[in-house]
């Protein structure tokens, strides 16, 4: 893929996780897709979906934004660092709703093949989102 190609499909997988539409999630998850930050599910794109389904389950408005797009094209890697937020409405790692907002801050890195996702591997910030889901209502 060229590296223009690699963009455009990082900012498309971006783009399906405002709102919680995952219509375009198995367009763009090929159906090798390992998920190397499972988070204790399994590694599989059924996981990874469902993951995503828990999160907006939990976070029904969750919505993110791109804060920086790195493309190594001869790897055929994206890395994507993101801000986001969301109400927490159901149960979230361990957490009772809190009906908070919640922000969230991450890194992704996918591998891209033949204009699909083929591997993910991400962190977030999870220790700021524990002291949000336990702390003051904003």
């Not at 590296?3 to 990082?10: C, G, N, Q, S, V």
């Not at 930050?37 to 791109?66: H, K, M, N, Q, V």
């Not at 809190?98 to 093949?113: D, L, N």
Request: hydrophobic share 45%; glycine share 6%; charged share 20%.
């Amino acid at each position: 893929m060229t590296r223009p190609e690699i963009e455009t499909l990082a900012k498309r997988w971006l783009a399906f996780w405002q709102g919680g539409d995952l219509a375009d999630f198995d367009a763009i998850h090929a159906e090798h897709f390992i998920d190397h930050s499972p988070a204790g599910r399994g590694t599989d794109r059924a996981a990874f979906r469902a993951g995503i389904a828990a999160l907006y389950e939990a976070f029904p408005d969750f919505t993110a934004a791109l804060t920086l797009l790195a493309i190594d094209e001869p790897q055929q890697l994206a890395t994507l660092h993101w801000t986001a937020t969301g109400r927490h409405a159901a149960p979230f790692l361990d957490h009772a709703p809190s009906h908070r907002v919640i922000h969230f801050t991450g890194i992704e890195i996918i591998a891209c093949r033949s204009h699909q996702i083929t591997a993910r591997w991400g962190e977030w910030n999870e220790p700021a989102i524990l002291q949000q889901l336990d702390g003051p209502i904003r």
